[in-house]
């Protein structure tokens, strides 16, 4: 079967072959934005693959991006397959590496040859590390944990989600709300917001199982598993969920989906925050735009059992940022 080539695509999107070749490259300035969606939609519906030796050569780029994987710890996955899809999308192939116990991301990334350099989840400061002919590559580092860096930070808007979760909590009609959390942060901070703006009493900050001693009709924990566990100790308590309190957790995961209820939860959009670091690594390689300081992305508010009551489960669907029920 015969390789699909740049003319094929400038043709299929009636184009000259250097607009394509432009848009395809990720050079935005000089391609419209429509121009260039059509030329990409056109270009991954024939299956267009770029000859990596000749984009090589015309800029002296590898088109290899090294990526740093956090090691005994799970939850970045999906942040993973995010940036593998979109490095694909942008002609980049993607080197991954998982620094061992006494070896950090800075050298793991001094020793690859690469274009740019990508973080997962470090869950500490980072600073890029120089590689052996000194040159300084453009770093990114995906982590809602992170608050800088000496490369981009791409990270859920946590402020926003925990405003989410309480804006949900106060349309159900609960009005006397807590947070179960270990230590301050923007997720309560949002949270304590929501009230305000409901007018309901700021909410009580406690740990689990102290939340029994609290009176509350909703509460929104900072993971599934501090949820689950209240959830469990309302029922020994003689209280159902969402029937005498409703439940909201940040993150998502297996435990959050078969819980008893299953969980309603703020849950970041992992592959999302992938994409769209690549993307910002690579328009600061190919020196489309400057790379910021920070990006944040919205989380999805995913209504489940846990904290709607009958009453109100013919809520309908919304969109990302906004309540939608999940049967999952």
Request: hydrophobic share 50%; glycine share 10%.
């Amino acid at each position: 079967m015969r390789r699909v080539s740049l003319a094929d695509v400038a043709k299929a999107a009636g184009v000259a072959k250097a607009t394509a070749s432009r848009a395809l490259s990720a050079r935005d300035q000089d391609v419209g934005a429509a121009t260039r969606a059509r030329i990409l939609e056109v270009a991954a519906d024939l299956g267009y693959q770029p000859n990596r030796a000749a984009q090589s050569l015309r800029t002296g780029r590898s088109r290899v991006l090294a990526v740093a994987v956090p090691s005994g710890r799970t939850g970045w996955e999906g942040v993973l397959a995010g940036a593998v899809a979109q490095a694909s999308r942008r002609g980049y192939q993607l080197v991954l590496h998982s620094p061992g116990k006494n070896e950090g991301a800075e050298d793991a990334f001094a020793r690859l040859p690469a274009d740019g350099l990508l973080a997962i989840a470090p869950g500490r400061a980072w600073e890029a590390p120089v590689p052996a002919d000194g040159a300084v590559l453009p770093a990114v580092v995906v982590d809602d944990t992170v608050e800088h860096s000496s490369g981009t930070v791409v990270r859920t808007a946590l402020w926003h989600a925990g405003r989410a979760a309480g804006v949900h909590l106060a349309a159900q009609g609960r009005t006397r709300l807590a947070v179960l959390a270990e230590a301050a942060g923007p997720l309560i901070d949002g949270f304590a917001a929501a009230c305000a703006e409901a007018g309901l009493r700021q909410p009580e900050v406690v740990v689990a199982p102290s939340v029994l001693a609290v009176d509350a009709d909703g509460f929104f924990a900072v993971t599934p598993a501090l949820a689950a566990r209240a959830v469990t100790g309302f029922r020994r308590a003689g209280l159902t969920v969402p029937g005498d309190v409703s439940a909201v957790a940040f993150g998502d995961g297996e435990l959050a989906r078969h819980a008893d209820p299953p969980l309603t939860v703020v849950r970041p959009l992992w592959g999302a925050l992938g994409a769209r670091a690549v993307d910002v690594l690579v328009d600061a390689v190919e020196d489309v735009a400057v790379a910021p300081a920070t990006v944040e992305l919205a989380a999805e508010l995913v209504v489940r059992e846990s904290s709607v009551p009958e009453r109100s489960a013919s809520q309908p669907p919304g969109r990302p940022g906004h309540p939608r029920i999940d049967q999952s």
